[in-house]
């Protein structure tokens, strides 16, 4: 069985996302967390929903933990190459673009809700999410990471 979280550049970038999400909202993204093979592990099985997304100029999908490759109902090697913007319906994405514009501003945003789309059609209701910028070892910016513990199916 495949496990993305053994993987040398899942691990880099679960400190990456780690690392970023401690640095805009000064709160681990798991507690007790020492950058570690076992915390991308940790990450991977977590009891809330992450994804991240580069920095391409239609940015694609380069993380889901098991909670987001459940819900979004994709394999691993299903989201990850799958464009970001695909994760929500055509009408919710010019309001999903301004959200990453203000992220990209601010640094990130713990308040987004919205619309997102599974594999399967069926629409779910995100709450509360945490939406923040990845940035490199050296302060770069290399992407974005959204993480949420509140949804629930619309259809």
Known sequence: MFQPWQQPAVIAHSECLMRSYMHWTRQEL???????????????????????????????LNYGNQAALELWQLTWQELTCMPSRLTAEAPSREERARLLERVTSDGYISDYSGIRIAKSGRRFLIQNATVWNLRSESGAHCGQAAMFREWRFID
Do not use: C, K, Q, Y
């Not at 940790?42 to 391409?56: N, Q």
């Open 30 to 60: 798991l507690s007790e967390s020492h950058l570690t093979d076992e915390s991308a592990r940790r990450l991977f099985e977590a009891p809330f929903v992450l994804v991240s997304h580069g920095i391409e100029t239609d940015p694609v």
